[in-house]
């Protein structure tokens, strides 16, 4: 009973060992996470918004917040990418459109 308890003893003192290690840690890293610019959007953001007329780089600087139950970050970027690349076709169509002179069809 007695190796018992002093064995008890030890692994509740490693554990706790560990879990201040790891604490100190976490904070370390906090920081060079906020000097490198990727830094998690805060939770409490307001609602995410394109400008009425978007701009291909209006996607590309689009950040939305955690929840607990969100969306996966694949799927949401692959529509994010595709919507970018619409934006960018279109607005290379409109400006070979508007390059044409008047009366010339473009088909």
Excluded at 8 to 27: D, E, F, P, Q
Excluded at 89 to 102: F, M, N, Q, V, Y
């Amino acid at each position: 009973m007695t190796y018992f308890l002093i064995f008890l003893a030890i692994a509740v003192a490693g554990a706790v060992a560990s879990y201040v290690v790891g604490l100190n840690k976490a904070s370390a890293g906090t920081s060079a996470a906020a000097d490198d610019g990727f830094t998690a959007p805060v939770a409490n953001l307001p609602p995410v918004l394109l400008p009425e007329i978007p701009q291909p780089e209006d996607v590309d600087r689009l950040r939305f917040s955690l929840g607990l139950r969100g969306y996966r970050m694949d799927q949401v970027d692959e529509v994010l990418d595709r919507l970018r690349d619409q934006l960018a076709a279109k607005d290379a169509r409109i400006t070979e459109l508007e390059s044409l002179p008047r009366g010339e069809s473009a088909l």
